[in-house]
């Protein structure tokens, strides 16, 4: 979790809304795995998401794509890419540290309001990150439907009743 900390530590100075899907919420909600990036759902807003672009490329990170990183703020271009390109998400990465990459969807899987008021604040060493609710990783692991993603269902099906019972 090092290698990201100071990645959440910079978007919650900024004050992005985000929410962390995919392999690294999983790993979040207790269920151990490996995974290799961040997949990061922001709030698509124009402002908020330029906030976000702006937060993420001062850290260094930087687009795969040759394309601007600011872009991602227009909804036109956005629309364009996921539309003309099939982006589903865009992809950037710190080529000072190749280890360091993540995923900003370009499109919510979930509508955002929804994703965000369900999600949960974990604790790290030295800041929080917000991570989407069990349920929710649950329907973007079936939307996704790989064989990992299957797998990872299983796991959080297990992690949620053990809440369940916790709740009871």
Known sequence: MALYEPLFEALNR???RY???GGLATVLHGHARLTADVDLVVDLAPAEARRAVEALLHLGFEPRLPVEAGDFADETIRRQWVEDRGMRV???FDPANPMRSLDLFAEHPIPFEELWRRSV???LRSTHVRVASVSDLIELKRQAGRPKDLQDIQALEAIRRAQERDDE
């Open 121 to 123: 604040l974990l604790p």
């Open 90 to 92: 865009f992809s950037l």
């Open 19 to 21: 929410v962390v899907v």
């Open 14 to 16: 900024a004050e992005v």
